[in-house]
């Protein structure tokens, strides 16, 4: 199954993300959001952020988090590459995040992306799939 697949919208860019579970869709979403942002082979798994959020829907677990994940790409440069979600459900999320800062001289950036969007957002608990427009 792959991950996730880009999708083009307007001026912005898009993923949908799939999983065996909606954890593992939501963990492909951030996985897809960096692969836009950076190229992920030259990231090591040296640092790890603890990362929860409690919103109101699991749409809203959704844009906080990847919007949290972008927060210390923004504050700490860190590029993360592998997602553990320890918990969720309609309201909350844990997670451990893995990557390290960005290194100018070892990373590529490609693509800023500025936020997550709620345009056209979904989660698809049926289908263990979600779907994300980035704010570019």
Same mark, same amino acid.
Request: with cysteine.
């Given at each position: ?7 083009? =919208?307007?001026? @912005? ?14 963990? #492909? ?27 109101? @829907?699991?749409?809203? !677990? ?21 997602? @553990? ?6 309201? =909350?999320?844990?997670? !451990? ?9 070892? =990373? =590529? ?18 289908? #263990? ?8």
């Amino acid at each position: 199954m792959k991950r996730y697949e880009l999708i083009e =919208h307007t001026a @912005d860019i898009g993923l949908v993300a799939y999983g065996g579970t909606l954890a593992e869709a939501f963990a #492909n979403a951030a996985y897809g959001m960096f692969s836009i942002i950076a190229e992920l082979d030259d990231v090591r798994e040296v640092e790890s952020r603890r990362v929860e959020v409690n919103e109101e @829907d699991i749409e809203g !677990v959704l844009f906080e988090w990847l919007n949290s994940l972008l927060y210390y790409l923004d504050v700490e440069t860190l590029l993360f590459k592998r997602f @553990d979600i320890t918990g969720l459900d309609d309201h =909350h999320l844990v997670s !451990v995040c893995y990557g390290e800062k960005y290194d100018p001289s070892r =990373h =590529h950036l490609k693509t800023g992306v500025k936020s997550a969007t709620y345009h056209q957002l979904e989660v698809d608990r049926q289908q #263990n799939k979600v779907r994300i427009i980035f704010d570019i």
